[in-house]
């Protein structure tokens, strides 16, 4: 079962811009995690935030986790061309992994 | 340089016709997994092991098998493929929860 739902489904931004994209899930996890897929390619790790965390970092990424919500968010900030792609989250419970559906961003230069 | 292989990358075949795709990894990780991708469902987990000779039913496991006989090689066999598996096929592997997936095989089920 689809366990993550992203929203927006499609985001357009400028070059230089933040995008935030958003992510809800139905039951308990033991992490999210966020991956990157360009175009037809194997998708790429992007962040791991565990279920007893509420914020992390990495570089221009920032993730949040509400559990309470069953929401978490993820910020990619000052936005550059090579950020087009389209990002997914990922919900791991005891090693099943569900995937939504996905977020379509496009950085325009 | 650690990754994850997937063999073929593109197939076409025509129903009943049973076909393997190979999967393998380099970073001896325990766990690996085998997705598939169609639009407007993101990816959906098929199987997955934990180890060696540990399989376990993901999301949709109807029409496919897989075998973990060694650490680095989980195939994904499709006994009887049909039209409807058609989609874009992932491997994984995993040591503490980070994927890291291969680069997808495309399959046409005609």
């Known amino acids: 079962s689809q366990q993550g739902e992203e929203d927006p489904q499609a985001l357009s931004i400028q070059e230089g811009e933040n995008a935030t994209m958003n992510c809800s899930y139905k039951t308990s996890i033991n992490n999210l995690q966020w991956y990157r897929q360009n175009s037809g390619r194997g998708l790429v790790h992007l962040i791991l935030i565990r279920s007893n965390e509420r914020e992390k970092h990495s570089g221009r990424l920032r993730v949040t986790l509400d559990t309470s919500k069953k929401s978490s968010s993820l910020l990619i900030t000052a936005s550059r061309a090579a950020d087009t792609a389209s990002y997914f989250c990922?919900?791991?419970?005891?090693?099943?992994?569900?995937f939504g559906a996905g977020t379509t961003v496009t950085v325009r230069a | 340089e650690a990754q994850v292989t997937q063999n073929p990358r593109y197939l076409i075949t025509v129903t009943g016709k049973k076909l393997t795709v190979t999967c393998s990894q380099n970073?001896?990780?325990?766990?690996m997994s085998w997705y598939r991708q169609d639009p407007g469902l993101g990816l959906r987990q098929i199987y997955y092991?934990?180890?060696?000779?540990?399989?376990d039913k993901g999301d949709v496991p109807e029409g496919y098998k897989v075998s973990r006989k060694e650490k680095r090689n989980f195939p994904l066999i499709l006994e009887s493929p049909s039209p409807n598996q058609t989609s874009l096929y992932f491997c994984a592997s995993s040591l503490n929860g980070e994927q890291y997936f291969g680069p997808g095989t495309r399959l046409t089920v005609t």
């Open positions: 990922a919900t791991d419970d005891d090693y099943k992994l569900s």
């Open positions: 092991s934990m180890n060696v000779e540990v399989t």
């Open positions: 970073m001896n990780h325990e766990y």
